[in-house]
Structures are given as C-alpha cells and as structure tokens.
C-alpha cells in the first residue's frame, strides 16, 4: 500500500509561482512512478506532469512545458511541482498519483487508469 498527501495549493495572482508537494509513505520503491494530474470544475482529470521514483524520466503536458518543473526531494519521498508564470486556465484541484512500475512517458503515462494510488488533492487558484 502506498499513501500519498498533497500539500501547498492556495491562491496565486496570475503570472505568479506556486509548489506543490506530494508526500510518499508505505511500500513505495524505486520502480513506482509518480504523476501530477489536475481537474478543473466541469472537466475531466487532466494529465499535467510525470516522473519516474528514481528521476531519470519526466514528461509534461504541453500547456505547462517551460513553466511547470516536477522533482524529487534526493533525501526523501516527496515530490514536488513547481508551478512558474501561472495562468488562470492553471486553476483546478492537483492530484499526485503513482503507478508501481515505469511507464512509457507519452501514452501510458498520461492515461489516469495506469495509476493506482492517488492522493485527496490540493486546490490551486489563480486570479487574473
């Protein structure tokens, strides 16, 4: 079993920064992936960000790619979004979710039915 808890949403003027963070805990290992998906209201989950445990592979959704940044703490089982030059099309809830194995980083990767844990999420707000 492997727990995950969201944290750092809030709300943010456009054009501002944000971090995100997803908290690891259980039988996590270095095979699992972790992915960043967000659901605005009325709209299907999006796929945003996605990041093998070990962090040789990232992949992002092309709406966030030079503004968003996802990373992982060396030290421990955290993982973060960086969120720079915020749009208000950036608002929804952001879910960090993970899958037990890799996965292929543009299809598999950006399916929500690939991941089997995922966290409660954390609103991000941003005000134009």
């Known amino acids: 079993q492997v727990q995950l808890v969201e944290s750092g949403g809030g709300l943010v003027q456009a054009g501002g920064s944000l971090r995100i963070s997803c908290a690891a805990s259980?039988?996590?290992?270095?095979?699992?992936?972790i992915a960043w998906f967000r659901q605005a209201p009325g709209k299907g989950r999006e796929f945003v960000a996605y990041?093998?445990?070990?962090?040789?592979?990232?992949s992002y959704t092309d709406s966030v790619k030079g503004r968003f940044t996802v990373s992982r703490d060396n030290a421990g089982s955290t993982v973060h979004l960086q969120m720079n030059l915020l749009k208000s099309e950036d608002t929804a809830v952001y879910y960090c979710?993970?899958?037990?194995?890799?996965?292929?980083?543009?299809?598999?990767?950006?399916?929500?039915?690939?991941?089997?844990?995922w966290g409660q999420g954390t609103q991000v707000t941003v005000s134009s």
């Open positions: 979710a993970a899958s037990p194995t890799a996965l292929d980083l543009y299809a598999a990767a950006q399916s929500p039915t690939e991941y089997m844990y």
């Open positions: 259980g039988s996590i290992t270095s095979s699992y992936a």
């Open positions: 990041l093998n445990w070990w962090g040789g592979s990232r």
